[in-house]
């Protein structure tokens, strides 16, 4: 493996540190366990009834690929509702209509998680502010300022699909949260943000080696949330969450500078199994 301080001494210190990112989708991760003895204590025609109200009520957004339910491994919690939104409005809209339910009476919130689906932009933002720095243009003038946004438009366009995407319907989601080492001897914020790219993109190049495995999306929750970004993975087979992971953990900006929070996997439970799982299947 690199030296973590590999290329640090001869990178330049005249760019800006931030690298540009582009904005998507707004998205909630809601964990919840479920109070199993007091829904034993209703008869069978009174949870139908709120199996079928919880159903009809996801049903338009299960469609639409705006939210989607999670039967969930392990001890914590019993189930995982996403939703994707166009904004944070639109995701408190969401939570309050899961609150309207009857369902939520036996729910427990275990953990949650805010955040926006995000695309950094290292090798965008490098060769941008190396041509503007050879031209002599001042970070953050009028000028600077305006070759970055048109930049970031001409982005946003070529990005619009994975900025704003259905959630996939792959049967198996593994979530996470994670940061960037802050600490007095490796600082992923100190490092030139050449240096940032360079392991970036030895990283995505393992990414890519799953395309069609697994499909990842990243999402931003700095200001948001406890961790800096959290990351979603969707795929037929769950065990390919671990050869992913653990072939990344082997890079540099893992191995280094990474941090990771808990870690949630869940089965998908359409909405319209739901009376099954709540009867203590889980459908196929």
Not at 47 to 63: K, L, M, N, T
């Amino acid at each position: 493996m690199p030296s973590s301080n590999a290329g640090v001494q001869t990178v330049s210190t005249e760019l800006p540190a931030m690298p540009l990112t582009l904005e998507g989708l707004s998205v909630l991760h809601q964990m919840f366990r479920f109070r199993w003895p007091e829904w034993r204590k209703l008869d069978a025609s009174r949870q139908a009834g709120i199996a079928r109200e919880a159903a009809a009520v996801f049903a338009a957004s299960e469609e639409l690929g705006q939210s989607a339910v999670y039967s969930m491994l392990g001890h914590k919690g019993d189930l995982m509702i996403v939703h994707f939104r166009d904004s944070f409005d639109e995701l408190n809209a969401a939570e309050l209509q899961l609150n309207r339910t009857a369902l939520q009476d036996f729910l427990e919130p275990m953990h949650s998680y805010l955040s926006v689906i995000e695309l950094g932009l290292y090798d965008s933002s490098v060769k941008l502010f190396r041509q503007l720095a050879d031209r002599g243009v001042k970070p953050l003038s009028k000028e600077w300022n305006d070759a970055v946004e048109e930049t970031l438009e001409r982005q946003r366009e070529a990005m619009r699909p994975r900025l704003y995407p259905k959630i996939p319907d792959s049967r198996y989601l593994c979530f996470y949260p994670m940061d960037r080492k802050r600490g007095e001897q490796k600082n992923w914020y100190m490092l030139p943000i050449e240096e940032r790219q360079r392991q970036m993109e030895e990283h995505g190049m393992v990414g890519r080696r799953y395309a069609g495995k697994v499909q990842q999306i990243i999402t931003g929750s700095i200001g948001f949330d406890d961790w800096e970004w959290g990351v979603d993975l969707f795929a037929p087979d769950p065990l390919v969450f671990k050869k992913l992971i653990y072939e990344m953990r082997f890079d540099e900006v893992s191995a280094v500078y990474a941090v990771f929070g808990q870690f949630f996997l869940g089965v998908r439970l359409p909405v319209q199994k739901l009376e099954e799982w709540l009867s203590g299947r889980l459908p196929k």
